[in-house]
């Protein structure tokens, strides 16, 4: 009974990554609202360090396969113990730990009609709680990876499960974002 459980749980999990991967692709085929250009790019970063990548499957094709080939994987030890029968199913649950930070496999940041990548994951705007913009100054955490990224600004979604964190190097783009989220966070 209890193999019973771990397995219907763990099937539970791969299902939902699974949904949640195959729903990222969905909606890189759509077009953004921003990033609409390569300006658009430069002044939006997931990672301090570079700018985003645009939020297309060409320029991401490393980050998904290594999600899918995680994903397989899973599969691939689940079947394994399966029909293995010295297999420990909590060994199993230590499998997860690489698919639960693969949310920062993707260096993407795009804005959609019906919600945002930040990631590797796709929040709808029902989801969105509050967002806040942070100064970079001379202590905070991404100050000195470069100079656009000391004079910018760190943008904070809060949603329900969590929050995404990036860095908006434009007070332009700044202004833009804002707006965007404002009217989200008002009609969630």
């Known amino acids: 009974m209890m193999k019973l459980i771990f397995e219907v749980l763990f099937l539970l999990i791969v299902i939902y990554y699974s949904y949640h991967y195959i729903f990222l692709i969905a909606q890189m085929k759509k077009p953004a609202l921003i990033p609409f250009d390569r300006t658009d790019l430069k002044t939006v970063r997931k990672f301090p360090q570079k700018s985003a ?20 994987f899973l599969i691939a030890m689940f079947i394994f113990g399966k029909y293995n029968m010295k297999f420990s199913w909590t060994y199993l649950y230590l499998l997860f730990i690489p698919l639960i930070n693969a949310k920062d496999l993707l260096n993407v940041f795009a804005v959609y009609d019906d919600g945002f990548i930040s ?18 100054d001379l202590n905070h955490k991404y100050y000195g990876y470069s100079q656009e990224v000391n004079e910018g600004y760190e943008l904070i979604l809060k949603t329900k499960m969590g929050s995404h964190s990036l860095v908006v190097t434009e007070k332009e783009m700044k202004e833009r974002l804002a707006c965007i989220f404002e009217e989200q966070v008002k009609e969630g």
């Open 53 to 72: 990548d645009a939020p297309v499957i060409s320029k991401n094709k490393l980050g998904l396969t290594m999600y899918a080939v995680m994903l397989a």
């Open 119 to 136: 990631g590797s994951k796709f929040v709808p705007w029902k989801k969105l709680q509050s967002f806040h913009f942070k100064k970079i």
